[in-house]
């Protein structure tokens, strides 16, 4: 099943990266990429306008024929970007957006482990097993 | 671990009104069963480690404590991250007149197959001054 999971920090350096199937992961670094200028856009398009968890799911970022980039953004200005395949067309926007809620409340429960260091790399069992039962579901 | 004990007993002493033990096995099962309890709302299971009966161990099924850790970093591969329960045990036992040695036998987070913490029940001084006379 193809597809993306990147986690990236508030100074957009990545935290996670995922990819699956990985012949294909420059493609999907180069849409990722692209996703996070859409995803800076528009969060400095919102400007002082009160956040709450509706706008935090940035929805469709950046179709292009092969692939659909989504976006979403915490408060803490940390970004899940995920991109699919476009042939996927049954994917719904409720499950995207559960999908993203799935990561941010694993993203927290990261937090909370004290030996975790906001800005690190994130290397955990919980996480990855996470996202492989997400990736799994995309088919 | 050991100032929050000396502290915590009063505080549990206040909220349980429990009658006073009198064993050492009821006081083992005192600490699992109401002050484990009331405190990090897990029930670890009593065992006797001794046939002297001084000797305990607590198994901890759950530890609250250590529910964001996953794995110790591999650089304090050496910690006892929950030692504080210990030093909190020993602290609380020592405001009642008990002396004992409270330490983790084993430990999950490090690898080994369950969370266990060890009592022993030294000699109360009470003991002592009797035998003298």
Not at chain 1, 111 to 130: E, L, T, V
Request: aromatic letters at 10%; hydrophobic letters at 40%; charged letters at 25%.
């Amino acid at each position: 099943v193809p597809g993306s999971v990147v986690c990236c920090s508030s100074q957009n350096y990545p935290l996670y990266i995922r990819s699956v199937p990985t012949e294909n992961e420059l493609k999907f670094h180069y849409t990722v990429h692209t996703s996070l200028d859409v995803v800076d856009e528009k969060i400095s398009a919102m400007g002082k306008a009160l956040v709450d968890q509706r706008e935090l799911y940035l929805g469709l970022l950046y179709p292009t024929e092969d692939y659909k980039g989504y976006g979403y953004v915490t408060n803490s200005k940390v970004k899940f970007v995920m991109v699919v395949d476009s042939s996927n067309t049954a994917l719904r926007d409720n499950e995207i957006r559960s999908m993203f809620r799935k990561l941010h409340n694993s993203y927290t429960d990261i937090m909370c482990n004290p030996f975790y260091n906001p800005g690190d790399r994130i290397h955990s069992r919980a996480f990855d097993n996470m996202v492989n039962s997400m990736m799994m579901q995309v088919n | 671990g050991y100032s929050i004990g000396i502290r915590l007993i009063d505080d549990f002493l206040a909220r349980s009104d429990v009658k006073k033990c009198r064993s050492y096995s009821e006081t083992a099962d005192m600490i699992a069963q109401v002050a484990f309890k009331m405190y990090l709302g897990v029930t670890p299971s009593v065992s006797c480690r001794s046939a002297a009966g001084n000797e305990f161990s607590l198994i901890l099924d759950k530890n609250p404590l250590v529910d964001f850790v996953e794995e110790l970093p591999a650089e304090r591969a050496s910690l006892w991250y929950c030692n504080l329960l210990c030093g909190v045990i020993r602290g609380a036992l020592e405001m009642v007149h008990l002396a004992a040695e409270v330490t983790f036998l084993q430990d999950r987070l490090k690898g080994d197959a369950m969370t266990e913490i060890g009592i022993t029940f030294l000699r109360k001084p009470e003991d002592r001054k009797h035998k003298r006379n």
